[in-house]
Protein backbone atom coordinates (compact mmCIF):
# COMPACT_ATOMS: atom_id res chain seq x y z
CA UNK A 1 0.00 0.00 0.00
CA UNK A 2 1.10 3.91 -0.39
CA UNK A 3 0.88 5.73 2.53
CA UNK A 4 2.67 8.68 3.76
CA UNK A 5 4.33 7.41 7.13
CA UNK A 6 5.97 8.92 9.45
CA UNK A 7 9.43 8.12 10.99
CA UNK A 8 9.48 6.28 14.75
CA UNK A 9 12.27 8.16 16.00
CA UNK A 10 10.15 11.81 14.89
CA UNK A 11 6.48 10.74 16.40
CA UNK A 12 7.24 8.13 19.32
CA UNK A 13 11.02 9.95 20.05
CA UNK A 14 9.98 9.24 24.14
CA UNK A 15 10.34 5.52 24.93
CA UNK A 16 7.45 5.22 27.74
CA UNK A 17 4.63 6.07 24.68
CA UNK A 18 2.25 3.16 24.60
CA UNK A 19 3.38 3.89 20.71
CA UNK A 20 6.84 3.05 21.33
CA UNK A 21 6.21 -0.12 23.44
CA UNK A 22 3.95 -1.64 20.93
CA UNK A 23 6.53 -0.94 18.14
CA UNK A 24 9.02 -2.22 20.34
CA UNK A 25 7.17 -5.32 20.92
CA UNK A 26 6.04 -6.11 17.41
CA UNK A 27 9.82 -5.88 16.25
CA UNK A 28 11.04 -7.86 18.86
CA UNK A 29 8.61 -10.68 17.46
CA UNK A 30 10.04 -10.24 13.84
CA UNK A 31 7.34 -8.01 12.78
CA UNK A 32 8.31 -4.64 10.96
CA UNK A 33 5.35 -2.27 11.72
CA UNK A 34 5.80 0.93 10.24
CA UNK A 35 3.53 4.05 11.19
CA UNK A 36 0.82 6.03 9.34
CA UNK A 37 -0.67 9.27 9.72
CA UNK A 38 -4.49 8.42 8.67
CA UNK A 39 -6.05 11.95 9.37
CA UNK A 40 -7.02 15.01 11.46
CA UNK A 41 -3.66 14.25 13.58
CA UNK A 42 -4.77 10.60 14.16
CA UNK A 43 -1.67 7.85 13.55
CA UNK A 44 -1.76 4.00 13.38
CA UNK A 45 1.05 1.82 13.49
CA UNK A 46 1.03 -0.76 10.17
CA UNK A 47 1.80 -4.30 9.84
CA UNK A 48 2.01 -5.59 6.30
CA UNK A 49 -1.03 -8.95 5.90
CA UNK A 50 -1.27 -10.98 3.11
CA UNK A 51 -3.47 -9.21 1.15
CA UNK A 52 -3.48 -6.15 2.91
CA UNK A 53 -2.40 -4.45 6.10
CA UNK A 54 -3.00 -4.17 9.93
CA UNK A 55 -3.89 -0.86 11.61
CA UNK A 56 -3.60 -0.67 15.30
CA UNK A 57 -4.27 2.52 17.95
CA UNK A 58 -6.10 3.52 21.18
CA UNK A 59 -8.97 5.53 19.66
CA UNK A 60 -6.63 6.48 16.53
CA UNK A 61 -3.70 7.43 18.82
CA UNK A 62 -0.10 5.96 19.63
CA UNK A 63 2.03 8.20 21.19
CA UNK A 64 -0.33 8.68 24.42
CA UNK A 65 1.28 7.87 27.84
CA UNK A 66 1.03 3.76 29.04
CA UNK A 67 -0.73 5.26 31.91
CA UNK A 68 -3.49 6.70 29.46
CA UNK A 69 -3.61 3.90 27.44
CA UNK A 70 -7.60 2.45 27.05
CA UNK A 71 -7.02 -0.52 24.81
CA UNK A 72 -5.42 -1.53 21.24
CA UNK A 73 -7.68 -1.99 18.53
CA UNK A 74 -6.34 -3.92 15.84
CA UNK A 75 -8.26 -3.70 12.12
CA UNK A 76 -7.63 -6.00 9.05
CA UNK A 77 -7.74 -3.81 5.94
CA UNK A 78 -7.40 -5.65 2.74
CA UNK A 79 -5.02 -3.97 -0.06
CA UNK A 80 -8.34 -3.86 -2.31
CA UNK A 81 -9.87 -1.52 0.09
CA UNK A 82 -11.11 1.86 0.30
CA UNK A 83 -10.01 1.89 4.10
CA UNK A 84 -13.79 1.74 4.92
CA UNK A 85 -13.92 -1.21 4.80
CA UNK A 86 -12.17 -3.77 7.98
CA UNK A 87 -12.08 -6.28 9.86
CA UNK A 88 -11.28 -6.23 13.54
CA UNK A 89 -9.02 -8.70 15.12
CA UNK A 90 -7.99 -7.46 18.29
CA UNK A 91 -10.32 -4.95 20.59
CA UNK A 92 -8.55 -4.83 23.77
CA UNK A 93 -10.40 -4.98 27.39
CA UNK A 94 -10.59 -1.96 28.84
CA UNK A 95 -9.47 -3.11 32.34
CA UNK A 96 -6.32 -4.88 30.76
CA UNK A 97 -3.50 -2.73 31.92
CA UNK A 98 -0.90 -1.35 28.52
CA UNK A 99 1.90 -4.84 29.03
CA UNK A 100 -1.61 -7.31 29.07
CA UNK A 101 -3.41 -5.32 26.06
CA UNK A 102 -0.27 -4.82 23.97
CA UNK A 103 1.14 -8.81 24.92
CA UNK A 104 -2.80 -9.97 23.46
CA UNK A 105 -3.19 -7.53 20.52
CA UNK A 106 0.39 -8.66 19.05
CA UNK A 107 -0.78 -12.66 19.97
CA UNK A 108 -4.34 -11.73 17.59
CA UNK A 109 -2.00 -9.67 15.09
CA UNK A 110 0.33 -13.08 14.68
CA UNK A 111 -2.70 -15.40 14.71
CA UNK A 112 -4.00 -13.74 11.53
CA UNK A 113 -0.93 -13.60 10.11
CA UNK A 114 -0.52 -17.50 10.60
CA UNK A 115 -3.42 -17.99 8.99
CA UNK A 116 -5.31 -19.48 12.32
CA UNK A 117 -8.02 -16.73 12.63
Known amino acids: MNHDYASIRDLLADPRT ?3 LLWDNLDREGFT ?18 GGEIWI ?5 ITHSTDEHHFWTAIFYPARSDCEIGETIYDGLEEANHQADTIACIAAVAERLSGRS
Request: proline letters at 8%; one cysteine or more; glycine letters at 12%.
Open 18 to 20: AGH
Open 33 to 50: PEILYVAGGCWVITVDAP
Open 57 to 61: ADEAK
